[in-house]
């Protein structure tokens, strides 16, 4: 008698069938899934994506400053970055696809400034 890879219960039913039901067949390739090597990329992915969502929904006018407690609350992670633009002045944005953050301190408390890439900063 075949036995179900998921909970080993028998099987019933059609000489091919492997699981005993839907529920376990799904949460075997569930847990198949996060067993690939591929999870680490797909990791640093949402993060970045979530990233990019934070500073999209934080800078509507095209430049913005955020008090940077409150971004790292809602999960943002300066880690993170796609790549980097240095101006003049030696300041590091961190960009996250096309939202950039440089990270300012003022009165002994960071803040971040966000920016849109612009096309002066191909150069």
Known sequence: MRKCPYCKEKVKGRSDKKFCSS????????????NKDD???????????????????YNKAGKA?????A?????????????YWKNNK???????YEFGVLEKKENNKSKYVLVQWQDYMMK
Do not use: A, M, W
């Open 65 to 69: 400053i955020v008090r940077k407690e």
């Open 39 to 57: 999870n680490l990329f797909k990791s640093i992915d949402k993060q970045l994506r979530l990233n990019r969502r934070l500073l999209k929904n």
């Open 90 to 96: 030696g300041d590091v944005y961190l960009f996250c």
């Open 71 to 83: 971004l790292i609350k809602e999960r943002f992670n300066p880690n993170y970055f796609t790549h």
């Open 23 to 34: 529920y376990c067949k799904s949460s075997y390739h569930y847990q198949e899934s996060l």
